[in-house]
């Protein structure tokens, strides 16, 4: 078994196979991904050219969204939903530069299996 396969045993990390939240961390600039996930990430780039220009897009409507909503809404409490890796400006510091006091909840879904 090569290092970094799983071997089909549920709860191991498969450094092989690509995965969408270390793709999207690759996009970002992020360095904690695998050689799949960037492979992964280039042949997308490759196909389609606007994919990084998209996701970095996306990521500043999530703070633009954030700082009007703890700002402008009064909005004190965030649900993050799909948080995948940490990244630049997470939610909780966007909205203390805006608010004092703040609560939010990071929320994923983990793709390693108990083996039940």
Excluded: W
């Amino acid at each position: 078994m090569e290092p970094g396969s799983t071997g089909g045993q549920p709860g191991r990390l498969d450094t092989h196979t690509p995965n969408i939240a270390r793709m999207n961390h690759h996009y970002l600039g992020g360095r904690e991904t695998f050689q799949a996930d960037r492979d992964a990430a280039e042949r997308a780039i490759a196909a389609l050219p606007q994919m990084r220009a998209s996701v970095l897009a996306a990521r500043a409507f999530g703070r633009r969204a954030v700082r009007f909503l703890a700002a402008e809404a009064g909005i004190d409490q965030f649900l993050e939903l799909g948080v995948g890796l940490p990244v630049k400006d997470p939610v909780h510091e966007v909205a203390l530069e805006v608010i004092g006091d703040v609560r939010v909840a990071y929320v994923d879904y983990d793709h390693f299996q108990s083996g039940c």
